[in-house]
């Protein structure tokens, strides 16, 4: 595709169910970043995804954070008994391998917890 | 220590006036520095990179890089109220290539 993709744009849900966020990665690229941004806040780092090396999940939150990558392409976010607290824009990025390779985000999905 | 800091803002300039943000990173190893600009309610954008010492210009923007100081900066010159955004300083580690970023700095410029 021409840019990250992320759906859906806006998410509202009730608290304590679970939702899936999506993002389709530029094609190619090897590297995938999820990053949560809460109001007037900054970048808050979730998860890396480099290639085939184990992802680096050192941000998630709690334990109620997971997200996996299939085929080195698409991947899901998932928030489990989402809280209030979730409520945040989740932005997705994309590189290519390399040092000198910027990173390129998505547009992404605004939850709003309930 | 944070991986990547920048100086804290928010930073108020008038328009026409130069515009200064920094940041500093501990990866001595790290290789390449990026500039992002995050408009309100939109998605992080690069606007400059660096690799090498010294200075690079882009129009009316200017990124320093000093790797023995570990320290890169942006300039902005004859600002505008269009600046007027938040600027994340990014840099990828030396090992896994993992781009960490500041905290940002909101820049408004006054017209």
């Known amino acids: 595709g021409a840019g990250v993709s992320q759906s859906p744009s806006n998410k509202v849900t009730e608290k304590g169910k679970d939702v899936e966020l999506r993002c389709d990665p530029i094609?190619?690229?090897?590297?995938l970043y999820w990053y949560r941004q809460s109001l007037g806040q900054g970048l808050e780092f979730l998860i890396y995804?480099?290639?085939?090396?184990?992802?680096?999940k050192s941000g998630l939150p709690s334990d109620r954070f997971s997200a996996e990558r299939t085929g080195g392409s698409v991947s899901t976010l998932t928030i489990q008994r989402t809280q209030q607290e979730d409520s945040a824009v989740y932005l997705c990025?994309?590189?290519?391998?390399?040092?000198?390779?910027?990173?390129?985000f998505g547009q992404g999905t605004r939850l709003t917890v309930v | 220590q944070k991986e990547v800091e920048q100086n804290s803002g928010p930073l108020s300039v008038p328009e026409g006036a130069i515009a200064s943000l920094n940041c500093t990173y501990s990866?001595?190893?790290?290789?390449?520095f990026f500039w992002y600009r995050q408009y309100s309610g939109k998605s992080p954008e690069l606007i400059m990179f660096?690799?090498?010492?010294g200075d690079k210009e882009d129009g009316r923007f200017t990124a320093q890089l000093n790797k023995a100081s570990q320290y890169v900066s942006l300039l902005i010159r004859d600002s505008q109220p269009s600046d007027s955004a938040t600027y994340l300083c990014?840099?990828?580690?030396?090992?896994?290539?993992?781009?960490?970023f500041g905290a940002g700095t909101t820049v408004t410029v006054r017209a």
């Open positions: 660096i690799y090498s010492n």
């Open positions: 990866d001595r190893g790290s290789q390449s």
């Open positions: 990025a994309s590189s290519d391998r390399g040092p000198n390779t910027e990173a390129f």
């Open positions: 995804f480099q290639g085939n090396s184990a992802p680096d």
């Open positions: 990014a840099v990828p580690s030396s090992n896994d290539y993992k781009l960490s």
């Open positions: 094609s190619g690229h090897t590297a």
